[in-house]
């Protein structure tokens, strides 16, 4: 099986940064099959839906409202995914999830195979 655990949430002041990360392991994650692997963050806050952050494979998107404050990256060698995010914003709290998919990148929550079990971003103003 897959196993995605989330670390770095935390509470922060409005303009403030945090680092997530999520580390994946299972039996089918070597280090080389983990970097084909297209690596998503979502993030649902109280009463909204599951709504896309970031993904990235050998290329990375992002969420028209974290574009340009959050960077999405990826250790390969430790089947490690990054999200920084600068600047942040009340609206950005929520609890953050990992996931991961074979394929492309994709915004589809639905089409994620696996994900982790989510980490708290609370940005007080």
């Known amino acids: 099986q897959v196993r995605l655990v989330e670390s770095g949430g935390g509470l922060v002041q409005a303009g403030g940064s945090l680092r997530l990360s999520c580390a994946a392991s299972?039996?089918?994650?070597?280090?080389?099959?983990?970097?084909?692997?297209?690596m998503g963050w979502f993030r649902q806050a109280p009463g909204k839906e599951r709504e896309f952050v970031a993904a990235?494979?050998?290329?990375?998107d992002y969420a028209d409202s974290v574009k340009g404050r959050f960077t999405i990256s990826r250790d390969n060698a430790k089947n490690t995914v990054y999200l920084q995010m600068n600047s942040l914003k009340p609206e950005d709290t929520a609890v953050y999830y990992c996931?991961?998919?074979?394929?492309?990148?994709?915004?589809?929550?639905?089409?994620?195979?696996?994900w982790g079990q989510g980490t708290q971003v609370t940005v007080s103003s």
């Open positions: 990235i494979t050998w290329r990375t």
């Open positions: 996931a991961v998919r074979q394929g492309i990148v994709s915004r589809r929550f639905s089409e994620y195979d696996y």
């Open positions: 299972g039996r089918t994650f070597s280090s080389y099959t983990f970097s084909t692997y297209t």
